[in-house]
């Protein structure tokens, strides 16, 4: 791939498949710059002896057709042929350049009088300075100039096809600068110490008699052609085009040599382009043109890319205008070459440990001059040609970044990308921490990140583009098996939450269990100042059935949690979070005809169908193939049911409805700011916050005005404020016997049972609630269960609740107490986040 491999492995997919593209299509057309420049010669030749077909435009337009076609054969014929012809083709123009040589030594008496004089001293002190006429500039000459400097990446673009590149694409490139560095600049002095700049050919132009006014040097070698300064001449280094043909010794030889020249750079050209374009076409970056990647033969030759390079060489063949084709070829080329500096300077920048330059004399400075350089030259060539190069190669960049081709090629991008992050991360690290910066940085435990959806969405939607989001999963088990899956988990969950678009990061631990796992990742989890500050965990929907050893440790990861100065946050949905139990249902759901409200569910076993795959392509289709083989999957339940959709909610525009602010304690503000966050992003932006709060019936509208002027300090915008009065009153007797119920089997019963009895049960089983806790903490008890009857009469509606959570004292209240207080406290109402800071303020007066 040359150039386009260069770039795109050292820039990414985004440069290199811009200039790629552009590449490519400057070897195709620098086919027919090389061809039209040997379709000229041959028209002078056949103008010289009167044959011309019909004029010179259209010879040459034939001429030039039908050597494309004999060029497009060559090189189909494969690389060994195009080796051979360009050896024959060398010989040739290493022969014509001696017979130019030969030539300059062997001045005679007939080229005299065209301005061929030999060497004299005076031709080449009135030649050395510059002479530019009519709209020339140094510029204009040196755009039609560079394409013949621009073979010195051909080695670099069949680099597929050589047997050692590495050690032959270096030696062989700056060989070949070197050498036609040296044949260029001896030419041009050669033929510039022979020939003046205008002669007559005229043989009567001698001078017989001395000329006062004539100071040029053909005047000094006795020959007036001061005519030429009025009238257009036919001959000198300025009109002659065949000038090197009339200094060499045998003209047929020069003509022979410029056919080698001309038609060995068209042949690397042809040869070039469909190789660059077929490896552009392989990393599939535009899959428009992936008919294109296709090879032919043991050597892979691209035929389709021939034909296409052939395509467009032959639409520019019939410009027949060679100082037409050559600068926008110079545009494109010069652009590649910026490119290229640019990326060995960029990856030098990025301090890569794998980027070792092996060349003795480099530095990272001389690569970026030379990419500037190249900008500025683009521009003062043809300023409106280079700035139309850098919109497509813009173009085409933000079409690439839009599109983010699954590649990692590792490139200097990437180590950039990397170093910035780091440098960053240690500067952010001697910041000290302020309320106005405050940012919730979330360690949510989904477990593996794709079967809790909704929690995973709901947290992101309050920290994505503003704060942290680890996915916390803890693997239990067996630890040689934990970690062979945590080795495979970390890029298929990483890569998923790409994938779906959540600005997240995935972070497996082993543990023993639960919460020894959580209490790793809370210690260790994150960077410097880059680490969570706030755990969040979904509400334990069966705990009811559940081991009590595992509520426990559930319920003391909330403490460990506060220790550890972590806010708290659990979300609750009635229907549930978990779905990692239906995720084989999805070709069942997928084939079964959707009643209008089944259609959310078909959209969340899409959502588990992508989270299912592997991270390996291969295994990925071996497991969907396995999967569309089996029989049909037993049809859902309607608690399944609603448990998908319910598992989608937070994917869909919310709507004009309330978020419900139920701000009961000051935990430092996390109750109202994770609200507000909401409220910022396009899915909520049209719900509205409604706040409630505690209050005394003799101060309703006093409370209310002091709360709507501290949310308006915060500049925090609430569409009402409701302050509750009976927040305290005594709940309905129905509820406190359902709860009475519900906690009957983990109670003690301590005063029914032997005080030796009692005290080793409670040993045994610390959750268990004693008589003496459940009257001592009665009050809060019914504080709960109020609370749920309040948010069943004023948010039954709302999309989602927001509520301080009831903390219990460490030790002093059982874990199924406490759990049962949040059962009774979030049964049987919308979405609900049960919100606990850790005291610091999150909030501010002032901006």
Not at 369 to 385: H, K, R
Request: a neutral charge.
């Amino acid at each position: 791939g040359g150039a386009y491999y260069l770039i795109s492995r050292s820039l990414g997919p985004e440069f290199g498949g811009a200039i790629g593209l552009i590449f490519a299509f400057a070897n195709a057309v620098a086919v027919a710059m090389y061809v039209v420049g040997f379709a000229e010669t041959v028209v002078e030749l056949l103008k010289e002896h009167s044959i011309l077909m019909i004029d010179e435009i259209n010879d040459i337009r034939i001429i030039g057709a039908i050597t494309v076609v004999i060029l497009l054969g060559i090189s189909v014929a494969g690389m060994e042929w195009e080796a051979k012809a360009q050896i024959v083709l060398l010989v040739i123009l290493l022969l014509a350049i001696a017979d130019f040589v030969i030539g300059t030594f062997i001045p005679l008496e007939s080229k005299k009088p065209k301005g061929f004089f030999g060497y004299k001293s005076e031709i080449f002190n009135e030649n050395f300075g510059p002479d530019f006429r009519e709209e020339e500039t140094f510029f204009s000459v040196f755009a039609i100039f560079f394409p013949a400097a621009t073979g010195i990446l051909a080695g670099a673009n069949i680099s597929g096809d050589l047997a050692d590149p590495q050690s032959a694409i270096p030696k062989g490139t700056l060989l070949a600068i070197l050498i036609t560095t040296l044949v260029y600049i001896g030419i041009a002095v050669s033929v510039g110490s022979c020939v003046v700049r205008d002669a007559t050919g005229n043989v009567n132009d001698t001078i017989i008699t001395e000329l006062t006014n004539c100071t040029s040097a053909a005047c000094k070698l006795n020959f007036d052609f001061s005519s030429c300064q009025s009238n257009p001449c036919s001959y000198g280094l300025m009109n002659n085009f065949q000038v090197m043909s009339m200094v060499s010794g045998f003209a047929p030889l020069i003509s022979a040599g410029i056919f080698s020249a001309t038609l060995s750079s068209a042949l690397a050209s042809l040869v070039s382009a469909p190789k660059i374009f077929q490896a552009l076409c392989k990393d599939n970056i535009y899959p428009a043109f992936q008919m294109f990647a296709k090879g032919y033969g043991k050597n892979n030759e691209p035929l389709r890319g021939y034909i296409l390079t052939f395509l467009i060489a032959l639409g520019f063949i019939l410009i027949a205008e060679l100082n037409v084709i050559a600068p926008i070829i110079s545009n494109f080329f010069l652009a590649s070459y910026a490119l290229i500096n640019f990326s060995v300077f960029h990856a030098s920048l990025a301090k890569s440990p794998g980027w070792r330059p092996a060349f003795k004399y480099y530095n990272m400075w001389i690569s970026l001059l030379g990419a500037i350089l190249c900008c500025i030259v683009m521009f003062v060539i043809n300023w409106w040609a280079a700035l139309l190069t850098y919109v497509i190669v813009l173009g085409l960049y933000i079409y690439v970044t839009y599109k983010k081709p699954d590649v990692n090629w590792g490139s200097s991008t990437q180590a950039l990308t990397y170093l910035n992050a780091l440098q960053h991360s240690i500067r952010l690290s001697g910041v000290e921490d302020h309320v106005k910066n405050f940012r919730p940085q979330c360690l949510v435990m989904t477990g593996a990140p794709n079967s809790r959806p909704a929690l995973l969405h709901l947290v992101h939607d309050f920290t994505k583009n503003v704060g942290l989001m680890i996915c916390g999963h803890v693997h239990m088990g067996p630890r040689r098996q934990a970690m062979k899956e945590m080795s495979i988990d970390q890029a298929k969950y990483q890569r998923w939450l790409i994938k779906n678009k959540m600005k997240a990061f995935y972070a497996p631990v082993h543990a023993d269990d639960l919460r020894e796992g959580a209490q790793y990742l809370m210690q260790a989890a994150g960077l410097g100042r880059m680490k969570p500050n706030t755990l969040v965990l979904g509400f334990k929907k069966d705990w009811l059935q559940a081991d009590m050893r595992d509520v426990d440790l559930y319920i003391n990861l909330f403490h460990d949690a506060f220790d550890i100065q972590y806010g708290v946050v659990v979300i609750r949905l009635q229907e549930g979070l978990d779905i990692s139990h239906l995720q084989g249902q999805e070709e069942l759901l997928s084939s079964q005809e959707k009643s209008p409200g089944v259609k959310d569910v078909v959209l969340s076993m899409e959502y588990s169908k992508k989270s299912d795959l592997d991270t390996s392509k291969p295994s990925s289709e071996k497991s969907i193939t396995h999967k569309e083989s089996k029989g049909p999957a037993a049809p859902l339940n309607v608690a399944d049911q609603k448990l998908l959709e319910a598992s989608t909610q937070f994917q869909k525009k919310q709507g004009k409805n309330t978020i419900d602010v139920w701000w009961l304690f000051d935990d430092g503000g996390l109750t109202l700011l994770i609200p507000y966050l909401l409220t910022t992003k396009k899915k909520w932006k049209d719900c509205k916050i409604r706040v409630f709060i505690g209050g005394k019936i003799n101060r309703i509208d006093h409370d209310r005005r002091a709360m709507a002027t501290l949310l308006s300090k915060f500049r925090i915008d609430f569409s009402d404020i409701m302050v509750l009065g009976d927040i305290n009153t005594k709940p309905k007797k129905e509820n406190i016997v359902a709860f009475d119920e519900m906690i009957e089997p983990y109670r003690l019963h301590e005063d029914d049972k032997e005080q030796d009895i009692a005290d080793k049960m409670k040993e045994d089983e610390p959750w268990r609630i004693t008589d003496n806790e459940l009257e001592l903490y009665k009050t809060k008890t019914y504080r709960q269960i109020r609370l749920n009857e309040l948010l069943k009469e004023h948010s039954n509606t709302a999309n989602i609740i927001v509520m301080s959570l009831p903390v219990a004292r460490k030790g002093a209240v059982s874990s199924a107490l406490y759990m049962a207080w949040l059962e009774a406290l979030s049964k049987d109402l919308p979405p609900i986040l049960l919100v606990r800071g850790n005291h610091q303020s999150v909030l501010t007066f002032y901006s």
